[in-house]
């Protein structure tokens, strides 16, 4: 009695193991931003970050006295009520990657500009994107705040990532 016991839960355990594809549905999860259209928030941050144009660099800077890269994204996406991280690293992990093509308007381009070093030191702002053109506005150590073109050999390589936080 003791081994037919020992057998039936033994079969019992093995059949609890099959997948329940087939008898349940799985619940698709869908989650939303708070943002149904994020364009006018990213035209909001843009016009903002335009603001910051010709503005010197100063590390650790977010106004027009001096503006450091991260601090631009920090002040312009505060402008529209969005908290970020202040430091680069930080905002290198945050929102969702997204493949270079798919990348629009207010979207954040991270790249690593050390000599040989993928570290990421280094962000700016879509504002605007086509095919094959990317234009982002950032804080320069030599210009300042400008906006610059992806394909500009220096940015071409030095490009690490693209990330969406809207």
């Not at 099959?18 to 549905?25: I, L, R």
């Not at 999860?29 to 016009?47: G, R």
Request: glycine fraction near 6%.
């Amino acid at each position: 009695m003791k081994k037919f016991l020992f057998i039936f839960l033994l079969i019992a355990s093995f059949n609890s193991c099959k997948s329940s594809k087939s008898t349940q549905k799985k619940e698709k999860i869908v989650v939303k931003k708070n943002e149904s259209n994020p364009l006018p928030k990213a035209n909001n941050i843009i016009d903002y970050a335009k603001k910051f144009e010709g503005v010197r660099y100063k590390y650790g800077g977010t106004t027009k006295k001096g503006m450091d890269c991260s601090g631009l994204i920090y002040t312009a996406f505060k402008s529209e009520a969005i908290s970020l991280p202040r430091t680069t690293k930080d905002l290198a992990i945050t929102g969702d990657w997204i493949d270079l093509k798919n990348v629009k308007k207010g979207d954040l381009l991270f790249f690593a500009t050390k000599k040989n070093s993928r570290k990421v030191n280094h962000v700016g702002i879509v504002t605007a994107s086509q095919v094959g053109r990317v234009e982002f506005i950032h804080s320069t150590t030599s210009k300042g705040v400008i906006t610059s073109e992806l394909s500009e050999r220096y940015w071409y390589f030095a490009f690490v990532q693209a990330r969406r936080v809207l």
